[in-house]
């Protein structure tokens, strides 16, 4: 079993920084991907970012530029640094370890951006 906790959200003006926590704790496990998805109020889920345990980064065209996804093995954590921040950026973040092909949720943290 994998536990997942996500932490680092809160509210922040537009044009301003957060950077997003992720991590997997449990044992005899390796995490191959960790990735950050989204939903805003009313809207479904989406992706945001992932990284790969070697290092490979994908990111929504949404939040390229912008948004930066990190990870440190040793510690099974990885890191969302999300910069120019916009409204509609507002919306509760969840953390995704991959883990065999089976994907082990957060509860999420929430972002909301606004003045």
């Known amino acids: 079993q994998v536990q997942v906790v996500e932490s680092g959200g809160g509210l922040v003006q537009p044009g301003g920084s957060l950077r997003l926590s992720c991590a997997a704790s449990?044992?005899?496990?390796?995490?191959?991907?960790m990735d950050w998805h989204r939903q805003a109020p009313g809207k479904q889920r989406e992706f945001v970012a992932q990284?790969?345990?070697?290092?490979?980064?994908t990111y929504a065209d949404s939040v390229k530029g912008r948004f930066t996804v990190s990870r440190d093995n040793a510690k099974n954590t990885a890191y969302l640094q999300m910069n120019s921040l916009k409204p509609d950026d507002t919306a509760v973040y969840y953390c995704?370890?991959?883990?065999?092909?089976?994907?082990?949720w957060g509860q999420g943290t929430q972002v909301t951006v606004s003045s």
């Open positions: 995704a370890a991959g883990v065999v092909g089976f994907n082990y």
């Open positions: 449990g044992s005899g496990f390796s995490i191959n991907t």
């Open positions: 990284i790969t345990r070697g290092g490979s980064v």
